[in-house]
């Protein structure tokens, strides 16, 4: 199987048996920085409720996702943390990171 046919969920693949699905356990998990070994120890503990059971390699590839779209980062000792600068503001359900610009946006459309 390639990475394009395991991406996504499709007619033969579950959307628990995708990298987008594992993507979204592996951030919930990751609630303080860890090394990928710890994460593995975490994704595979029989406590944990998932429909499949994955790979090493789709957990590489769910955490490469993760990193892609910015949702986690490198962190000191080798370990990996949630991205810092993502967070939603107070005043609106925009991510902070893009806040300052739709902001502007908005008052820059509304002077003209």
Do not use: C, Y
Request: charge should be neutral; charged fraction near 25%.
């Amino acid at each position: 199987m390639t990475i394009q046919t395991a991406l996504l969920p499709h007619k033969h693949v579950r959307f628990s048996e995708s990298i987008i699905a594992l993507a979204g356990l592996v951030r919930k998990i990751l609630v303080e920085p860890r090394t990928i070994d710890e994460l593995w120890s975490d994704v595979t503990r029989s406590s944990t409720q998932w429909p499949s059971e994955p790979s090493f390699t789709h957990l590489v590839l769910a955490v490469d996702v993760l990193f892609a779209i910015g949702q986690i980062e490198a962190a000191p000792g080798g370990r990996i943390r949630r991205n810092s600068q993502l967070g939603m503001t107070e005043t609106e359900n925009v991510p902070r990171k893009f806040s300052r610009h739709f902001i502007q946006d908005v008052d820059d459309e509304r002077s003209r």
